[in-house]
């Protein structure tokens, strides 16, 4: 069974700061994705950035950027430049090649970014 | 206007009631998602439908009824409902249901509560 987990409940960073979410991920299957989505409070699940996992670098989207460690089985999420706009709970998520698309998702990291 | 519509974005129901949920995509995609968002617990998939053939159904109750009438509009059918079925329910739309890269495009919710 797939699992992903993310340890940290809440973060707190000034603006204009750099900030890291933790994910990991267990999986017994060869071919996966990994995926970080970003929920603002009114309740959107937003994609932000998609990592394969025969991906030979990591993903980048504008100011996000995945750092995908494949042995370590982990996929952190890197916001550069932190915005107030950026306060929203994330989750992490992964797929399998099994059948229809079906995410699992992390409990998510709620990250409140401070004036 | 959003590419996943969800009606009602609120739903305040008694036990007794019988109730629905509707969500409609304008993105043109081939698979809808029901998901379940409860508090402090990961988002749970429901129900999966590709091409309005119901493709994965995670051991959800029978108070719990979907329905696909097309590739555009996906619903959900509430009756006697428990209090501990209060929670976002989160519709998402894909045009990639059988691979790993296709991203999932969330509506807003419909936060139900049972009173």
């Known amino acids: 069974a797939q699992k992903i987990t993310q340890t940290q409940p809440g973060m707190f960073v000034q603006e204009k700061e750099a900030v890291t979410l933790d994910c990991t991920y267990d999986?017994?299957?060869?071919?996966?994705?990994l995926f970080w989505y970003k929920q603002p409070s009114s309740g959107e699940m937003i994609f932000l950035i998609y990592?394969?996992?025969?991906?030979?670098q990591n993903a980048t989207e504008g100011r996000y950027s995945l750092n995908f460690q494949k042995a370590r089985k982990s996929a952190n999420l890197v916001i550069s430049a932190s915005q107030l706009g950026d306060s929203a709970m994330y989750f992490c998520?992964?797929?399998?090649?099994?059948?229809?698309?079906?995410?699992?998702f992390g409990q998510g990291t709620r990250l409140t970014i401070n004036p | 206007e959003t590419g996943v519509t969800q009606t009602p974005r609120h739903l305040v129901m008694g036990m007794t009631n019988k109730k629905s949920l509707k969500c409609e995509q304008h993105l043109g995609h081939n698979a809808m998602y029901w998901y379940k968002q409860s508090a402090k617990k990961p988002l749970e998939l429901m129900f999966v439908?590709?091409?309005?053939?119901?493709?994965e159904n995670n051991s959800v109750p029978s108070r719990f009824s979907p329905e696909c009438p097309n590739s555009s509009h996906l619903f959900l059918h509430l009756h006697t409902l428990q209090p501990e079925d209060s929670a976002l329910y989160l519709c998402a739309s894909s045009q990639d249901p059988d691979g790993l890269t296709g991203e999932l495009f969330f509506g807003e919710g419909s936060r139900l509560t049972v009173l």
């Open positions: 990592q394969g996992s025969y991906d030979q």
């Open positions: 998520a992964m797929s399998s090649i099994q059948g229809a698309q079906k995410l699992v």
């Open positions: 999986t017994s299957d060869p071919s996966y994705g």
């Open positions: 439908y590709s091409l309005e053939e119901r493709v």
